[in-house]
């Protein structure tokens, strides 16, 4: 009788050996727990299985001493070309997706990645590059065209840390590039050393003459989505503590809204919705509020308050 141990979920199997294909330096028993949601004892019996059907899975040596297991052999031939820009997109939308979209989402990247376990390493490299150099901004709207070289060099210059020239506003500058914000409109996020310190919003479509110098700077650990996530939309200013309170009419739609990364949400007992989040940018806020209606009020903060007063007193002026 044959008593090697066996794991009967094919499903889980197949996943466990694309797992294991996408993970150069293999995977640990602590991996296929967390991935399945599984005991130790089922890990250990589905990593069996697969040793007992796969001959080239074996334990893979590494310099720590923790135990993985992968191939010695690759099987899988890299059939599509999919390249890390590719994945870090996939990698970025699961970001704005429900949870089990997401899950679904993170499952393809894994196949993706496993047909190009070859290259794995550098990919995951460039991937993670992708992930800190590009976010997304809070808000989105119009597309604006933008030139694919321009870009690919203002990505080569986040990418190395050189400096890039560009015309803008009828102006040649030198700017240190540190990421993209897509939004409403693409934004170029880079300082200009000329203009003095921090960090300075470029339109995309705006700039011209885009070129890579040999000049490197510094980035000092710029990260772009705690950038973006310190403003309602893209440009920055000063951060209002903001509270705002919905009527119960539109509660649950309220109760399923991304208003911004630092939102809490409180239900009340009349069914009304109070949400606050910390963030600048006062005319994007102000914008949104309007597709409300009277369905919100504006609890704090008194200047915001005043704001959204006056620019509803100035349309209603020009109408």
Do not use: C
């Amino acid at each position: 009788m044959d008593d090697k141990p066996r794991y009967s979920r094919v499903s889980d199997i197949i996943q466990l050996i694309i797992l294991m294909q996408s993970k150069i330096n293999g995977v640990t028993l602590q991996d296929i727990q967390e991935e399945f949601g599984v005991s130790r004892r089922t890990a250990e019996r589905m990593r069996d299985s697969i040793m007992n059907i796969m001959p080239h899975v074996e334990e893979i040596e590494t310099h720590d001493r923790i135990k993985r297991w992968g191939f010695t052999n690759y099987s899988l031939r890299e059939v599509v070309s999919f390249s890390a820009e590719n994945i870090a997109l996939l990698e970025k939308l699961t970001q704005n997706l429900d949870k089990i979209t997401a899950k679904e989402l993170k499952n393809i990247i894994t196949k993706i990645k496993a047909l190009n376990s070859r290259r794995i390493n550098s990919i995951e490299n460039e991937v993670e590059f992708l992930m800190h150099s590009e976010g997304f901004g809070i808000r989105q709207n119009p597309v604006y065209k933008i030139d694919l070289d321009a870009l690919s060099t203002i990505r080569q210059g986040i990418k190395d840390g050189l400096k890039i020239t560009a015309v803008y506003h009828d102006k040649k500058r030198t700017l240190e590039p540190l990421g993209i914000l897509f939004g409403e409109k693409i934004h170029l996020i880079a300082r200009e050393p000329d203009k003095g310190e921090g960090e300075f919003n470029y339109l995309l479509h705006k700039m011209k003459d885009i070129k890579l110098t040999r000049e490197s700077f510094d980035s000092k650990g710029f990260n772009i989505q705690e950038y973006a996530n310190l403003s309602f939309g893209i440009y920055h200013g000063e951060i209002y503590d903001v509270k705002l309170l919905f009527s119960p009419e539109v509660a649950e739609d309220v109760l399923q809204y991304n208003f911004h990364p630092t939102q809490k949400m409180k239900q009340l007992e009349d069914g009304s919705v109070k949400v606050s989040f910390k963030a600048s940018g006062d005319r994007h806020i102000i914008w949104h509020l309007f597709k409300w209606g009277n369905k919100v009020k504006i609890l704090s903060p008194e200047k915001l308050k005043k704001a959204y007063k006056d620019y509803m007193l100035d349309v209603l002026k020009e109408m």
